[in-house]
């Protein structure tokens, strides 16, 4: 059986090197920026509106915002791994899920500071007054919230694991 050093060559990787934590921003710059366009889009098209002249609907709305979010925790994902050079698994899932970690940080941050309006509907569960709402709607908020950070989560970790692959990174533009 042999050692995690004799494995790596006989050099003593400390597992903190493992991590690029300037690739793990870059990520989060990436998802932030399209999660802010696609949410300004979702706005211009009459998504986040039920009394928009397009009357796409509430449902037909959130699901159209939810996968433009999916996309940008995608991409924060990939950006992480491909610049990070990542090409294990593991190591690509711990990058996803940093990424995804550190923009609901920036999202909290965002929100308590009062510009959480700017960011849509994603945003909102967050930023309604509680007083408001019911205790049902309460529930069905938080429950709506779990699973949408649950979804990011994924997203994220999907789009390290999605730059991890060989065919994905000879077809880029931009390989190395």
Do not use: C
Request: glycine letters at 12%.
């Amino acid at each position: 059986m042999t050692s995690e050093s004799e494995r790596l060559g006989g050099a003593d990787v400390a597992r903190s090197d493992l991590i690029s934590w300037s690739s793990i921003v870059a990520g989060v710059v990436a998802a932030f920026g399209l999660f802010v366009l696609f949410g300004a889009l979702s706005v211009a098209a009459g998504l986040e509106s039920v009394d928009s002249p397009y009357k796409y609907g509430e449902v037909v709305g959130s699901v159209i915002a939810g996968l433009l979010g999916v996309v940008a925790f995608v991409a924060g994902g990939f950006v992480a791994v491909w610049t990070a050079h990542v090409d294990e698994p593991d190591s690509a899932i711990m990058h996803g899920f940093l990424v995804w970690g550190l923009f609901v940080v920036l999202l909290v941050v965002v929100i308590s500071l009062g510009a959480g309006a700017a960011l849509g509907s994603a945003a909102g569960v967050l930023s309604t007054s509680v007083e408001e709402l019911t205790p049902d709607e309460i529930q069905n908020a938080g429950w709506g919230t779990v699973f949408a950070l649950a979804i990011a989560m994924a997203s994220a970790i999907l789009g390290g694991l999605l730059a991890t692959r060989d065919e994905v990174r000879r077809r880029m533009p931009f390989a190395r």
